[in-house]
């Protein structure tokens, strides 16, 4: 079964970075699409972008493209999503997923637990 | 703002139907079959229940069935229950990116 584990929350300043990790287990396709998820207070879901391992191509939503960078570690099965230039609307809990296939829009089967960023001065 | 509109609540009481719109155009919900549909309790990770317009993942229940007609896909829930209470999210392919979701719908059950 796929598991996808968080870092923990983060409490940040605006202006700065932080980056969060999700790990997978369990993955046995040899073809699948990571995507991270973000949903502010109040807010709804909203895509930030996603990496497929196998090709290594990166995609990122045009809301945060230029200061989001989304990686894939395969020796650990870590993935890394770095947010810049951190503002106080970047407050969200953030969720990575993983699509079983080659490609995100068939659908997030598998979800991380969710890891909350602050951004408060 | 999402390219995808969903009503913001719907309501329905236990045994009935209720039906979860979202509607596209032809560069997003019409034009490809992309849709999925996610049902969200709060603090808890989205849970897909619907991909590629009406087909359900291992263990979802039957009582969740998806359809699409021209640019509005849609999302039946048969035999409310308690249960089910949560926000529903489509999402679609868009031709401005690989994944939109739509604003999100609160199902409340009477």
């Known amino acids: 079964q796929v598991q996808l584990v968080q870092s923990g929350a983060e409490v940040k300043k605006p202006g700065s970075s932080v980056k969060v990790s999700c790990k997978a287990s369990?993955?046995?396709?040899?073809?699948?699409?990571l995507s991270w998820v973000r949903q502010a207070p109040g807010e709804g879901l909203e895509w930030m972008g996603g990496?497929?391992?196998?090709?290594?191509?990166?995609n990122y939503a045009q809301k945060v493209m230029g200061r989001v960078t989304i990686t894939m570690d395969e020796s650990t099965s870590t993935s890394h999503m770095e947010l810049r230039s951190l503002r106080f609307e970047d407050t969200a809990v953030y969720y990575c997923?993983?699509?079983?296939?080659?490609?995100?829009?068939?659908?997030?089967?598998?979800w991380g637990q969710g890891t909350t960023v602050t951004v408060s001065s | 703002q999402s390219p995808l509109t969903q009503p913001a609540s719907v309501s329905g009481s236990p045994g009935q139907s209720v039906t979860i719109s979202c509607t596209g155009t032809?560069?997003?919900?019409?034009?490809?079959?992309?849709v999925s549909w996610y049902q969200h309790r709060p603090g808890t990770a989205p849970k897909l229940i619907i991909y590629?317009?009406?087909n359900r993942p291992s263990g979802v229940s039957t009582r969740f069935s998806g359809s699409k007609s021209g640019n509005t896909a849609s999302l039946t829930i048969s035999g409310l229950q308690a249960e089910d209470e949560a926000d529903y999210y489509c999402?679609?392919?868009?031709?401005?990116?690989?994944?939109?979701f739509g604003g999100g719908t609160r199902l409340t059950v009477l």
């Open positions: 997923s993983v699509t079983p296939a080659p490609y995100y829009y068939y659908g997030m089967d598998f």
């Open positions: 369990g993955v046995t396709f040899t073809t699948y699409a």
């Open positions: 990496i497929i391992p196998f090709s290594g191509t990166s």
């Open positions: 032809s560069s997003d919900v019409g034009g490809y079959n992309f």
């Open positions: 590629e317009v009406f």
């Open positions: 999402t679609s392919f868009t031709i401005n990116s690989p994944v939109a």
